[in-house]
């Protein structure tokens, strides 16, 4: 029997829009559509005219509306902020008490916060969920982070299952093959309550922000490659496959393979990594992530030099102008080929290995600071499939997580401690050897200092501390008195810098 109402709805027809739309309606769900261009919402339903649940085109809001089964569970994918603000104010006065709305974009944690609040005041309920994985994962299964009052996830949890990327039960890896029409079958979704209002697109942010680390690493590592080995891309791409068979089996290191074995379309003779501008954009999320981390004073260093990174990379016409002007070392490596292609691997391993750390850490003070109750090892499981950082790696810190739920920091489990023990050497060699040669190696750097400094029983904050007091009257600690007793010097007179009127 037909179906008269649509089991949920979604607004907004852009790609991933409707790559996410033809993921419902291929697991038997039917959903309806809306998009303020009515000629594009006419145009996917033509074109997309037998999927196993169905799709109807609706052509204005009220009707969208009237055409979804109670309570009403419709999707937002349109631009985050005013856009998705505007869409919800257009929703509101006709819907009934108890309808779902979610926000599926990558919108600001705060404002999803604050959204929940007033749709929760007029008795709506509302979920903002992270969706990753990019157009490819919206279509064949993406990794799906929702937040908001759990009652209403019951409610959204059979068709987020359903449609979120699956992983193997045992090995953790991503179970792979969905074409249109035809599913993958069994496996675990990846897939979990995050907590209420805003967790999921804060966990959502700190992936991106993860996400921007992984990639700035990689290029690094290229870098490295490329600069003091004199690599091509070819080679580099082969290095990549194979690091992809082991502990760093990674989408991104698949991808990279990928692209730098590719030739260029044009020229057909050109590598094609060799002919694309060394610009790099961004949206923003990595931006808020370390915005974030310096608001909570969580150490997150890696994720903001990632996105220094990009920075640096988008004055491409100044550094051009100083490369003319500024010079470097003169060294060249002379050693080993092998030996420092298993280097760059370690040191790309342990750098992963700390800003995961980070992000970890991160959303352990965020638990706190909102009030959530967050499950790493949950969210670790959930990042292994669908999304852009879902990788082999994931499988350990799910492992680490189900061993010590309260664990204080990635590195202090004892697969990474272990594992940053047998590699730091090489990890050490590198960073030494990007910098004695003159090698950018933003990412590895930081990660190196943070290790060193998370595993230093004493740093030279002392000092800082006694310069705050000196010019500043902000007090200090005594190693010989209890914590939070504060003491002050009335330093000389004479000596302080004098302010003028």
């Not at 870098?223 to 068979?245: C, H, R, V, Y």
């Amino acid at each position: 029997m037909a179906k008269t109402h649509s089991d949920i709805g979604l607004i907004g027809l852009a790609v991933m829009g409707q790559n996410l739309a033809l993921n419902i309606a291929d697991h038997g769900f039917r959903i309806s559509v809306y998009n303020r261009t009515t000629e594009k919402t006419d145009k996917f339903v033509a074109e997309n005219p037998s999927t196993p649940g169905g799709l109807f085109g609706a052509k204005t809001l009220p009707e969208f509306v009237q055409s979804l089964a109670k309570p009403r569970k419709m999707v937002i994918l349109v631009q985050a902020g005013k856009a998705t603000d505007a869409v919800i104010d257009g929703l509101v006065p006709l819907l009934e008490k108890g309808d779902i709305i979610i926000d599926g974009g990558n919108a600001l944690w705060t404002d999803t916060i604050r959204r929940e609040k007033v749709l929760r005041e007029k008795g709506l309920r509302f979920i903002g969920s992270g969706v990753s994985g990019g157009e490819e994962g919206a279509r064949f299964g993406p990794s799906l982070m929702p937040g908001g009052e759990f009652a209403a996830w019951l409610q959204l949890k059979p068709i987020w299952e359903a449609i979120a990327a699956k992983v193997d039960a045992k090995t953790g890896k991503p179970i792979m093959g969905a074409t249109p029409g035809h599913p993958v079958s069994g496996g675990v979704p990846c897939t979990t309550y995050i907590g209420e209002n805003g967790a999921g697109h804060y966990v959502k942010m700190v992936h991106n922000g993860i996400e921007y680390g992984d990639m700035q690493m990689i290029c690094e590592a290229y870098a490295l490659m490329q600069g003091l080995l004199g690599l091509k891309p070819a080679e580099m791409g082969a290095i990549f496959s194979d690091w992809n068979t082991g502990i760093l089996d990674s989408f991104l290191i698949e991808i990279t393979a990928d692209i730098l074995k590719q030739k260029d379309p044009m020229t057909k003779k050109k590598a094609f990594v060799d002919v694309v501008l060394d610009t790099a954009g961004q949206k923003g999320t990595g931006k808020w992530t370390s915005t974030n981390a310096l608001d909570m004073g969580v150490p997150a260093p890696t994720v903001a030099e990632a996105v220094f990174a990009r920075c640096i990379s988008a004055i491409k016409d100044e550094r051009v102008a100083a490369s003319k002007i500024l010079k470097g070392p003169k060294r060249k490596y002379r050693g080993s080929k092998k030996a420092l292609i298993a280097a760059i691997h370690d040191a790309l391993y342990c750098s992963k290995i700390c800003s995961y750390a980070q992000g970890f850490q991160l959303m352990r003070a965020a638990q706190t600071e909102f009030n959530w109750k967050l499950n790493f090892g949950e969210i670790a499981q959930i990042f292994r499939g669908g999304c852009i950082i879902r990788a082999a790696f994931l499988q350990k810190i799910t492992e680490a997580y189900a061993r010590n739920p309260n664990l204080a920091n990635l590195l202090l489990d004892p697969y990474f401690n272990k594992t940053v023990k047998q590699a730091q050497e090489n990890w050490r060699h590198v960073v030494s050897l990007a910098a004695e040669c003159g090698v950018a190696s933003p990412t590895f750097s930081s990660a190196l200092a943070y290790y060193d400094s998370y595993r230093s029983a004493r740093l030279p904050a002392n000092l800082l501390q006694a310069q705050r007091d000196y010019f500043g009257a902000h007090t200090y600690e005594r190693v010989d008195q209890p914590r939070g007793k504060f003491f002050h010097i009335d330093w000389p007179e004479a000596s302080r810098p004098q302010i003028e009127a």
